[in-house]
């Protein structure tokens, strides 16, 4: 690592960093933060929430490509909408909505 000028405090020769590095053009996309959901649908589907907020039903999704944190969202999913990320293993395979009850 080269550093213009004088290196900052505190870093010494030899030190290891982690650092997180892009290697492709900014673009804009729809992200998905990763969760649980992941293990059970493989990125196939979530469960999305009403406008109410009071049920949560399958929606099919695509995604693209990922980063340790999130998700790109191809289709199924627009600016907005809100989606359980949690776990799924707690729910049969063939739920189509879930209910949600207030605190």
Not at 12 to 36: F, N, P, V, W, Y
């Amino acid at each position: 690592m080269a550093f213009e000028g004088k290196a900052p405090e505190g870093i010494r020769r030899g030190q290891t960093l982690q650092i997180r590095l892009a290697l492709s053009d900014e673009t804009k996309a729809l992200l998905l933060a990763r969760g649980g959901f992941y293990n059970k649908t493989g990125g196939r589907w979530v469960y999305k929430l009403s406008n109410d907020g009071s049920v949560a039903y399958k929606t099919d999704i695509e995604l693209g490509r990922q980063n340790p944190d999130y998700f790109e969202v191809i289709s199924g999913l627009k600016p907005g909408d809100k989606v359980v990320t949690s776990s799924y293993e707690n729910y049969g395979d063939d739920m189509q909505e879930l209910v949600i009850k207030g605190k």
